[in-house]
């Protein structure tokens, strides 16, 4: 019998009491139903709700759930950063807290990842997929950066802003160290990931707008970060990419 890759799922958590149970409850019956040997991740970054002892309610009923929480200081990208350096699967998926993200989608990652490909990257932007509440704004925000984005990276990826994707360990591990320490973390592993020339799987995902509360995301404070990452990668690209090559080779 073969052995199944380990499934890690690292879900960033900022004051998400309302949320992660629903969550974490939706997403294990996929997981086991396809007899998926898995962990979740939950890092609860410096929450000031009763988040945690919502996680720890969870792993009464789900022994598989481990809990990482930070001190400060905060922000989405280090509660990532986080997750990755205290995973231990094959194969990892970043998941949202907020139910936003399709739990069937996980799977199909997992397994789009057993044929062969190093990473999934998700499109919430093309044929196939459902999107149910996206801000209007932050649509058409969305759609400009990625567009730049195709453009600048030359790639048919076209939603390379978005966490929810998923990771061999060995891409993880090739790829660090990461820097951003907040919403450009999203960027910095997908670009990384892409100039590392792996072999990538884009599928069409769903996405549905959070269940409770509001999204930390702050757009006009994000752009000096996003534009930060990405000129990093850029001159990576540009200048190194034979030095990041000759390391891929090294990581298996």
Known sequence: M????????????????????????????????????????IVNDNSKDKTPEKVKELQRTYPEVKLVSRTAPGGF?????????????????????DLSDDPEDI???YNKIQEGYDCVFGSRFRNGSVVKEYPVIKYYVN?????FLQL?????????????????????????????????????????ALIRDYKIASIPINWYGRKWGQSNLKLRAMGRRYLATLLKIWFERLLILDDLLAEKSDIK
């Open 107 to 109: 799977v199909r990652y």
């Open 152 to 192: 600048l990276f030359l790639t048919r990826h076209n939603d390379l802003t978005n966490a929810f994707k998923a990771y061999r360990a060995s891409v993880i591990k090739n790829i660090h160290p990461l820097h951003a320490c907040h919403f450009n973390i999203t960027i910095e592993l997908s670009l990384s």
């Open 77 to 97: 990208g280090r509660a990532i950063r986080t997750g990755l350096e205290n995973f231990t699967g094959d194969v990892v998926v970043i998941v949202m807290a």
């Open 2 to 41: 073969i052995k199944k890759d380990k499934l890690s799922i690292i879900i960033p958590a900022y004051n998400e009491e309302e949320n992660i149970i629903p969550t974490v409850s939706q997403i294990v019956p996929f997981l086991k139903q396809d007899k998926i040997p898995f962990e979740i991740v």
């Open 143 to 147: 759609r400009i950066v990625n567009s």
